[in-house]
């Protein structure tokens, strides 16, 4: 019997070998349940996003806090149970570690930090070495920017005022809130937004949270963007440092061009539509060189049922 799809989420944990700062190595974990090797994962909880779940569950089996990284994508196998059969999806990050320490429990009793080619030997699961051969594709490490669209702020058309000063409806804020607890999964050291209310506000409690100030740019808004392309991106390329990452607040006619123009410029395949929603964000992960070597999507949160005008 064939039931929905599991849905789990986990990461390859890794850091610096000693005090080198060229040479990585990645955490494998024994489950003595199924007596195998294994990248640290597990399934969502109710409620719970992926990403939300991968750093739970890397905390969980290693002990250690991460400072969330690239996507490594998704793999796919069948899980079998007593039950019968299911298809099981999980989706992987890179993860650095960033404080804690492995202690044993009845789920992972040994814990190894080994160099990749040497991690990739030990794996049980082919899936695992499939997701740690995406990680050591990339040299180096990575920082990333979350180009965030503004929140729902009501019509345009209803508005009365001067528009830059048009500001989040309900709605709005209620999403604003649950960005902060999505996007602050990540080390972020500096938030640009482009000089509307309605932009400052969406991440105005990330700020705070972060205890940060928010940078006006002009250039990634609808009126200023347009001539001034290659800045915009150019701003995006120096955001962010091997120890930080960034957030920048736009609007819906900028971001899939600025997304697509750094795709196209870096050589990154790039399938289907760039779309963003009020209240998606884009995460782009670039090298400490600012050449773009990953891109992955966020859908809106939907705080309230009622708040379906995410376009």
Avoid at 65 to 85: C, D
Avoid at 147 to 152: F, I, L
Avoid at 216 to 227: C, D, F, R
Wanted: aromatic letters at 6%; a negative charge.
């Amino acid at each position: 019997m064939t039931g929905p799809p599991i849905r789990a989420a986990g990461g390859v944990l890794w850091r610096h070998a000693s005090d080198d700062d060229v040479t990585v190595e990645v955490a494998v974990i024994h489950r003595p349940r199924y007596d195998d090797w294994s990248l640290p994962k597990g399934k969502l909880a109710s409620g719970e996003s992926e990403l939300e779940a991968a750093v739970r569950e890397v905390l969980e089996e290693t002990g250690f806090h991460v400072r969330v990284g690239r996507p490594l994508g998704v793999t796919r196998y069948t899980k079998a149970s007593v039950n019968g059969a299911r298809p099981k999806v999980v989706r992987w990050w890179a993860m650095q570690a960033e404080g804690g320490a492995f202690s044993p429990t009845r789920e992972v009793d040994e814990l190894f930090w080994m160099a990749p080619d040497e991690a990739a030997l030990r794996l049980t699961r082919a899936t695992d070495v499939e997701v740690l051969d995406r990680f050591a594709a990339v040299a180096g490490p990575t920082r990333t920017v979350l180009v965030v669209r503004h929140a729902t702020a009501g019509s345009r058309a209803a508005w009365r005022g001067d528009d830059r000063l048009r500001p989040l409806d309900e709605c709005g804020v209620a999403q604003a809130d649950e960005l902060v607890r999505i996007l602050s999964r990540f080390e972020i050291g500096r938030i640009v937004s482009a000089d509307l209310r309605r932009c400052t506000e969406t991440v105005a409690l990330l700020a705070e949270a972060f205890g940060l100030e928010i940078d006006l740019a002009p250039i990634v808004s609808e009126a200023g963007y347009p001539g001034h392309e290659d800045e915009a991106m150019a701003l995006v390329r120096e955001l962010g440092d091997a120890e930080h990452d960034a957030v920048v607040c736009s609007q819906g006619e900028v971001i899939p061009d600025l997304v697509r123009r750094l795709a196209t410029t870096d050589g990154l395949p790039f399938d289907g539509p760039i779309r963003a929603p009020k209240g998606s964000t884009w995460a782009l992960s670039l090298d400490l060189d600012g050449r773009l070597v990953s891109v992955e999507h966020f859908a809106a949160p939907r705080p309230d049922p009622g708040c379906d005008d995410l376009e």
